[in-house]
């Protein structure tokens, strides 16, 4: 196992701001990232975060949400939400997703995140998707933005965490899916459930096997 360099750890979150800088340099001061957690699951709410981080904030061990454990994602959350010039979270819930289908309702949720910001951002950064935020607001669509930005980064464990906490409730709420395990994702277990007991209030009907169903 790789022993952990704190020194290597912040050159490597260091590169993490090249995007920010970028919009720095540009003139932008206030920028925000953006992502979402739970687009693909079959349960429960699409989860979408906004985060604008003071310049060059350096937070250990700080990358994409699927890349790091769980445990070090709760660590995160607390000092991305304590250092966060500003942040938000939204839910989207599932008769919502079902109603626009899951890619608008994504799009839907990041808007009202910014917009729920306590500090309008100048621009805000998102992971692939691109979304208007309004004549006020520029904004840049970054494939894999999740891995290649601080502020992406930060906003992708927000999301995550607020999402699984979620799932941890749905699990004690509608058990035998196995969502404490599986966050309402397409595994075996939870398909076999389904297919066993049938669908919840919580599942999105728009989503195969459900709708089919």
């Given at each position: 196992?790789?022993?952990?360099?704190?020194?290597?750890?912040?050159?490597?979150?260091?590169?993490?701001?090249?995007?920010?800088?970028?919009?720095?340099?540009?003139?932008?001061?206030?920028?925000?990232?953006?992502?979402?957690?739970?687009?693909?699951?079959?349960?429960?709410?699409?989860?979408?975060?906004?985060?604008?981080?003071?310049?060059?904030?350096?937070?250990?061990?700080?990358?994409?949400?699927?890349?790091?454990?769980?445990?070090?994602?709760?660590?995160?959350?607390?000092?991305?939400?304590?250092?966060?010039?500003?942040?938000?979270?939204?839910?989207?819930?599932?008769?919502?997703?079902?109603?626009?289908?899951?890619?608008?309702?994504?799009?839907?949720?990041?808007?009202?995140?910014?917009?729920?910001?306590?500090?309008?951002?100048?621009?805000?950064?998102?992971?692939?998707?691109?979304?208007?935020f309004g004549e006020k607001i520029f904004s840049r669509s970054i494939v894999h933005g999740d891995r290649l930005s601080a502020s992406i980064a930060a906003a992708s464990i927000i999301a995550k965490v607020t999402r699984d906490r979620l799932a941890d409730k749905w699990a004690a709420d509608y058990p035998?899916?196995?969502?404490?395990?599986?966050?309402?994702?397409?595994?075996?277990?939870?398909?076999?459930?389904?297919?066993?007991?049938?669908?919840?209030?919580?599942?999105?009907?728009?989503?195969?096997?459900?709708?089919?169903?």
């Amino acid at each position: 196992m790789k022993k952990f360099s704190v020194s290597a750890d912040i050159e490597r979150v260091q590169k993490l701001y090249k995007f920010e800088d970028a919009a720095r340099a540009k003139g932008f001061d206030l920028i925000a990232g953006v992502d979402e957690a739970g687009r693909g699951s079959l349960i429960g709410s699409v989860v979408v975060a906004a985060v604008i981080l003071p310049e060059n904030l350096y937070l250990e061990r700080l990358d994409d949400s699927k890349k790091i454990s769980a445990k070090v994602r709760e660590i995160l959350y607390d000092k991305i939400i304590s250092e966060a010039i500003s942040w938000n979270v939204v839910a989207v819930e599932p008769q919502e997703i079902d109603s626009l289908n899951i890619y608008q309702a994504t799009l839907e949720g990041m808007k009202r995140a910014v917009e729920g910001l306590k500090i309008q951002p100048e621009i805000v950064l998102t992971d692939a998707m691109k979304v208007d935020f309004g004549e006020k607001i520029f904004s840049r669509s970054i494939v894999h933005g999740d891995r290649l930005s601080a502020s992406i980064a930060a906003a992708s464990i927000i999301a995550k965490v607020t999402r699984d906490r979620l799932a941890d409730k749905w699990a004690a709420d509608y058990p035998g899916y196995g969502f404490e395990h599986n966050r309402g994702y397409g595994t075996k277990e939870h398909l076999d459930a389904i297919k066993k007991i049938g669908a919840c209030p919580i599942h999105r009907r728009s989503f195969n096997p459900v709708k089919s169903l």
